[in-house]
T-cell receptor, first 109, second 115 residues
Framework: QQPVQSPQAVILREGEDAVINCSSSKALYSVHWYRQKHGEAPIFLMILLKGGEQKGHDKISASFNEKKQQSSLYLTASQLSYSGTYFCGTAYNNNDMRFGAGTRLTVKP | NAGVMQNPRHLVRRRGQEARLRCSPMKGHSHVYWYRQLPEEGLKFMVYLQKENIIDESGMPKERFSAEFPKEGPSILRIQQVVRGDSAAYFC?????????????FGPGTRLTVT
């Protein structure tokens, strides 16, 4: 029931864009996105609830395609501070969440 | 506004000893989740608790692991007779309401090393 994230890793130059995908084999109730820097706690980015919505703030946005059971995280004009590992968490009911293995993003100057 | 607190931040135990990990949720939050993270891996759900109640423990190993969240005081994750494979970072997260429609705020984690 663990979601599948792709790609596993991506390297960008500052200012470039990236897309991280999160796919599930089961119908989703919600999708959470978090970023974790090495040795630190995951930081909440956003939640998307079933209904096919799209959310965003600053240059980070995400979409949730309920029909395809997947979510995508979009990072535009990446900054050095975007570096870290991005996790999606998927929930199939209202109680618990399962995290993907993560996508390691490295932004270079 | 204090965030989620976990202590200790680092814990070293010999094989066979007990480990107790504490988590104080954010003020006003009564829902706590525990996750385990191995190096370079994702977060594995362990248990979801509300005060005095275990909501979902489907991710907890059947033996040696237990969790509680009493009416007063922090949530405790207890690992009895630790083995080397228990070495990991353990994170707790809290949320203000029941369910995964609400964001979870993570604590800094406890890094357990079993020697």
């Amino acid at each position: 029931q663990q979601p599948v994230q792709s790609p596993q890793a991506v390297i960008l130059r500052e200012g470039e864009d990236a897309v991280i995908n999160c796919s599930s084999s089961k119908a989703l109730y919600s999708v959470h996105w978090y970023r974790q820097k090495h040795g630190e706690a995951p930081i909440f980015l956003m939640i998307l609830l079933k209904g096919g919505e799209q959310k965003g703030h600053d240059k980070i946005s995400a979409s949730f395609n309920e029909k395809k059971q997947q979510s995508s995280l979009y990072l535009t004009a990446s900054q050095l501070s975007y570096s870290g590992t991005y996790f999606c968490g998927t929930a199939y009911n209202n109680n618990d969440m399962r995290f993907g293995a993560g996508t390691r993003l490295t932004v270079k100057p | 506004n204090a965030g989620v607190m976990q202590n200790p931040r680092h814990l070293v135990r010999r094989r066979g000893q007990e480990a107790r990990l504490r988590c104080s949720p954010m003020k006003g939050h009564s829902h706590v989740y525990w996750y385990r993270q191995l190096p370079e891996e994702g977060l594995k759900f362990m248990v979801y608790l509300q005060k005095e109640n275990i909501i979902d423990e489907s991710g907890m190993p059947k033996e040696r692991f237990s969790a509680e969240f009493p009416k007063e005081g922090p949530s405790i994750l207890r690992i009895q007779q630790v083995v080397r494979g228990d070495s990991a970072a353990y994170f707790c997260a809290s949320s203000p309401e029941r369910g995964v429609a609400y964001e979870q705020y993570f604590g800094p984690g406890t890094r357990l090393t079993v020697t």
